[in-house]
């Protein structure tokens, strides 16, 4: 299996190195598929709003429900997360590198992205996922323990790319 994994520590730095990443080998003309944070949180929002990009060239949706400014639960809205897997599933015929920007609460319940993630691996495209430390050991029992950690950089996730699918698709850098 060519399936990867990165761990970034503090809000949002998963999402900051995934969009870099995506941002440098769509440069490089690689066929992406998966999601990614469209920018970074407005610090006047909610921290835990957030929009996505279904890559390689949208939609893009708004993951979090407004639930007003004393809500303490979750944010998520689930319904949007499997609406955002259909449009990757369907995007992954031709894809280079499958980016999905977390492994969170769904995925770790065997929904969300799940699907996606196994039906790249079914099709041997490179997957790259964030995920956080509380998920990991829920991650790594999904993966079967076949998942790589890399560094969180883009230079490591270059060499793992290139080690996955072969150097011949990555420009200098």
């Known amino acids: 299996m060519k399936i990867a994994y990165v761990t970034v520590q503090g809000r949002g730095r998963i999402d900051d ?9 769509e440069d490089d003309g690689l066929r992406l598929a998966g999601t990614v944070r469209v920018k970074p949180a407005d610090p006047s929002g909610h921290p835990c709003d957030m929009d996505l990009r279904v890559l390689p060239d949208g939609p893009g949706f708004r993951i979090s429900q407004p639930l007003g400014p004393m809500a303490k639960g979750c944010r998520l809205d689930g319904g949007v997360i499997e609406a955002i897997a259909a449009e990757v599933e ?19 319940q065997g929904r969300g992205l799940c699907p996606a993630i196994t039906l790249a691996m079914d099709m ?3 997957t790259l996922v964030g995920v956080n430390e509380m998920n990991v050991p829920d ?27 072969g150097p011949r698709f990555l420009a200098a850098g």
């Open 17 to 25: 190195l995934l969009a870099e990443v995506a941002h440098a080998f």
């Open 90 to 108: 369907a995007r992954l015929g031709g894809a280079d590198l499958l980016i999905v920007n977390k492994f969170g609460k769904l995925e770790a």
């Open 124 to 126: 041997e495209i490179p």
């Open 139 to 165: 991650f790594l029992s999904f993966s079967d323990g076949a998942a790589e950690t890399l560094r969180p950089d883009l230079r490591a996730i270059r060499s793992w790319f290139e080690k996955a699918h």
